[in-house]
């Protein structure tokens, strides 16, 4: 397995010596930008960061272009393209000739927008652009970095990416935020079992499954459920109405935090198994959880086996797509819970 100092030996001798430029179209506070512009400031000579805060996409993308057309990159020998390589390195390629480029390619536009959410057919005009995009922006860097294993292969069999170019840089939470803590008062939730998930609702992410759980277990009132995010689906909102679930809006990471501490159990998925890039990837809140030191259960699949090892006290792996299963995994670290007091 490659882990995270087997990634910081290569990369730190890749940009030792270098003068960096860090290109990103994602707000620059964005977790992964903020991992990655801390190991170029630390390892390169220099580093100048290109990347803006304003909350709308495309005018972060709009100074981002004016920025690059009419810059002089004479005092850089290293270009650094964070998150959505593709929307930089096709349109500059030719201004970046003779630098040494590298890319996080954190998702393909293809498999995002044609296998997970399904906006397009595989045949559709947009599909093979945005195809042929993913494979130019591929093609063009010298270091590919990406977030696990099994994606890596995913875009060596898919898009065609030099194996000797991959870089897996696992995520990592914000430790000044998701850090464990010990929580007075459990009094205040009737000393139920309390099953917190959270995130943006996502197909891959299998939140059908989580309700459909939830729907099956009603009738057990000793748990109780907390989902936040948005519940905005039309298939998701029948759910609302269960009574063992409370449907919380989006919080700020600290109130999340708050929330994660006092829940006994966490979700982390992915438990989709109809979406191939569910078994490729590790949930950004399983980082979460286990800063925080919390028991979560993970999707089954090839990724997830990549951090985290199952044992009986933290990790607990169930089968995707299976709300079934889900229930007897809940209930059987329940059951642990109560024994160990």
């Given at each position: 397995?490659?882990?995270?100092?087997?990634f910081n030996?290569?990369?730190t001798r890749v940009l030792v010596g270098k003068k960096v430029l860090f290109i990103t179209t994602k707000n620059i506070d964005y977790i992964r930008n903020s991992q990655?512009?801390?190991?170029?400031?630390k390892s390169a000579q220099s580093a100048k960061i290109i990347g803006y805060k304003d909350k709308s996409y495309v005018i972060r993308l709009l100074k981002i272009y004016i920025k690059l057309f009419f810059m002089s990159l004479e005092d850089y020998n290293l270009i650094f393209v964070g998150f959505a390589p593709q929307l930089i390195l096709p349109l500059f390629r030719n201004k970046f000739k003779g630098k040494l480029i590298v890319e996080d390619f954190f998702i393909s536009i293809y498999d995002t927008f044609v296998c997970d959410r399904k906006k397009f057919k595989a045949t559709s005009l947009f599909a093979k652009l945005f195809l042929h995009i993913d494979k130019i922006t591929i093609k063009v860097a010298d270091e590919i970095i990406v977030d696990t294993l099994a994606q890596g292969s995913y875009f060596v069999d898919c898009l065609g990416a030099d194996s000797s170019k991959i870089n897996v840089l696992y995520l990592k939470a914000d430790i000044s935020i998701y850090y464990p803590r010990i929580i007075p008062n459990k009094e205040q939730l009737n000393k139920k079992f309390v099953v917190l998930y959270f995130g943006t609702i996502l197909p891959l992410q299998g939140v059908d499954v989580i309700l459909q759980c939830i729907k099956n277990m009603e009738n057990i009132p000793s748990v109780t459920f907390q989902i936040i995010g948005p519940i905005?689906?039309?298939?998701?909102?029948k759910y609302e109405q269960l009574k063992n679930v409370k449907f919380i809006p989006w919080l700020s990471q600290n109130s999340l935090a708050e929330k994660i501490a006092k829940a006994d159990l966490c979700l982390a998925g992915h438990f989709n198994n109809n979406i191939a890039k569910a078994s490729r990837t590790i949930p950004g809140k399983a980082y979460i959880y286990d800063s925080m030191e919390k028991p979560m259960i993970l999707g089954d699949n090839t990724a997830n086996h990549e951090?985290?090892?199952?044992?009986?006290?933290?990790?607990?792996y169930v089968e995707m797509g299976n709300p079934n299963k889900l229930k007897e995994k809940i209930l059987h670290v329940m059951e642990k819970s109560i024994l160990n007091g």
């Open positions: 397995m490659m882990n995270n100092n087997f030996d290569k990369m990655e512009i801390d190991l170029v400031q905005k689906n039309k298939d998701l909102k951090l985290f090892h199952e044992d009986d006290n933290k990790y607990y």
